[in-house]
């Protein structure tokens, strides 16, 4: 249940003038549109007030959006339960967040001369909403008069159900609120700075104002979010746990939802299996953005019927820490397997006769899918690319030998020579070359690498995993299925060399310097899906 009572942080007139499904007088009943022009002017005023335009808003906080289990009304709890999707942001994290998130983005320049902020006791608010005002034709709005006084720092869009046989979601904005009165003038100001503006709904639930195209509307999801909000929905809860800490902005969607509502205009339109299939393997998905004084991170989930596997340990720890590229999945030929009946499925609804197409694949190569996919996936697949002798002339070049670059094989070491000679003696017959790549037979599978030397360094044991670069953006590395890892600081000069002599301008040139390294991680974990992208910085 959601409460009406105003955090303890909201002075101003009493809630009690406008109790939840109760309309406020302003706005003028009006028939609904869903031709796009009232979706419009609805997100065009909460750009002014919340400053979703740009995504900048992202660039100035590091904070829990929800707060969904601490004390004060929050964005979710204002919003009906049987939301499609939600986008919410805060404005006012706390000190050691949002400093957190200043020391990252002040590494680049460009921050810096875009958004003005160094302060991380400056009005966030105040200087966003300032900059979206430039870019409207409201003159005569105040943030100090006129926005000011009653704006709070939460801001949501959701997606509501469509009524009336549309197929197009409802826009529901929920802004969070100090002063109703102020509130409601604010917002009649800012609409009448557009003279074709039609009048819109609004009606209070909890510590916040919802914002929608009809004053019908806006009264039915005030009193549907006082008795099930959002954050009383158990799905949405299991969802934001799975992400772990929230930050400076979360979006979660119900896909399979989504999906029977859109799927008259979906190009899979007419196609019930695959739509099922669809339905079932993304169910939901939830997305958090965060900040660490060091680096950035957006984390998502997704939950559906994909299986879980037993996998051995991510190799890509083992590598030379010279590595500057590397690629790496465990567990991949269980993952096929256990994926493969509806990886078949799924092709053969769109009407790819599949068994008569491996069939001539094997006919013509002598390889069999899936069996061959899935030796040469094995216990662990891994690319990498070291940073030894790599220059600018070297990634420049057209000789692959002159590179440190490699594949790495650990599964049934028998069975990937017999795949590996297959693919020689085609490669020899079809285009009449030699393989110009090294073999290197290993205790556990197959090395093939651009040279000896690197074969030979690929076929080893390093420590990656242990340098700085690496832990900066891979956590648990050998407990993921999937990890992608760039080594920026490894091949920095190498590249900026590159970019300059392409003509990179220098304000690009300065805002690549500070990064030191990126990476994507994935695994799966009972019916979630966890993935990671973070990017880091030089302290």
């Known amino acids: ?4 009572t105003p955090p303890p942080d909201m002075p101003g007139p009493s809630w009690e003038q406008l109790p939840p499904g109760q309309s406020w007088n302003g706005p003028v009943e009006s028939p609904p549109s869903r031709g796009g022009s009232r979706l419009a ?32 009304p929050q964005a979710a709890e204002a919003i009906p339960s049987d939301a499609l999707f939600y986008v919410s942001v805060d404005l006012d994290p706390s000190a050691e967040q949002k400093i957190s998130a200043l020391r990252f983005l002040n590494h680049f320049p460009a921050f810096k001369g875009v958004s003005g902020v160094t302060d991380a006791k400056a009005d966030i608010r105040k200087t966003i909403v300032e900059k979206a005002l430039e870019s409207t034709r409201c003159g005569d709005v105040s943030y100090e008069k006129d926005i000011a006084p009653w704006l709070g720092n939460k801001f949501a869009v959701a997606g509501m159900p469509a009524t009336g046989g549309s197929t197009s979601p409802i826009p529901l904005i929920a802004l969070e609120v100090s002063d109703v009165k102020d509130a409601r003038a604010g917002l009649d100001k800012l609409a009448a700075c557009d003279a074709s503006s039609k009048p819109f709904g609004v009606a209070s639930s909890g510590g916040y ?3 929608t195209e009809t004053q019908a509307e806006a009264d039915r999801y005030a009193a549907a979010a006082s008795s099930a909000s959002l954050a009383d929905n158990k799905d949405f809860q299991a969802d934001m746990d799975a992400l772990g800490d929230l930050g400076v902005a979360t979006a979660w969607v119900n896909v399979s939802d989504a999906i029977n509502l859109l799927s008259a205009d979906l190009p899979l339109a007419g196609r019930a299996a695959q739509l099922d299939t669809l339905r079932s393997t993304y169910q939901r998905a939830a997305m958090t953005f965060r900040f660490a004084s060091s680096h950035a991170e957006l984390a998502s989930v997704f939950y559906g019927d994909t299986p879980s596997i037993e996998h051995a340990d991510n190799q890509i720890g083992s590598l030379p820490n010279t590595t500057v590229f590397a690629v790496s999945e465990a567990g991949g030929a269980n993952r096929l397997a256990a994926s493969w009946g509806n990886v078949k499925k799924a092709l053969q609804q769109s009407g790819v006769s599949l068994d008569t197409e491996l069939q001539k694949l094997e006919d013509q ?11 040469v996936l094995g216990d662990n697949l891994m690319f990498a690319v070291d940073g030894t002798g790599l220059t600018a002339g070297t990634i420049q070049g057209s ?11 650990t599964g049934d070491k028998d069975a990937l020579l017999a795949i590996y000679n297959k693919i020689d003696t085609l490669v020899h017959d079809q285009f009449g070359v030699d393989n110009p790549f090294v073999k290197l037979e290993t205790s556990d599978g197959l090395v093939i690498a651009s040279n000896d030397t690197y074969a030979r360094t690929l076929s080893g044991s390093g420590t990656l995993g242990n ?5 900066s953006v891979v956590s648990s590395a050998a407990d993921q299925e999937f990890v992608l890892f760039f080594n920026f600081d490894g091949v920095e000069s190498q590249l900026l060399e590159t970019a300059q002599n392409a003509g990179a301008p220098s304000e690009v040139l300065d805002n690549l310097r500070p990064l030191q390294a990126l990476a994507l991680t994935s695994s799966t974990q009972g019916s979630y899906t966890h993935s990671s992208f973070v990017v880091s910085v030089n302290d």
């Open 1 to 4: 249940m959601s409460s009406t």
């Open 41 to 72: 002017r609805a997100l065009v005023i909460a750009v002014a007030l919340a400053v979703v335009a740009g995504g900048g808003v992202f660039a100035f906080v590091a904070a829990d959006p929800f707060n969904l289990f601490k004390s004060g």
């Open 209 to 211: 104002l919802l914002v």
């Open 365 to 375: 190569t002598g390889l069999s899918v899936p069996a061959d996919l899935e030796t």
């Open 399 to 409: 000789d692959p030998t002159k590179l440190n670059a490699g594949v790495r094989f």
């Open 467 to 471: 340098s700085d670069a690496f832990t």
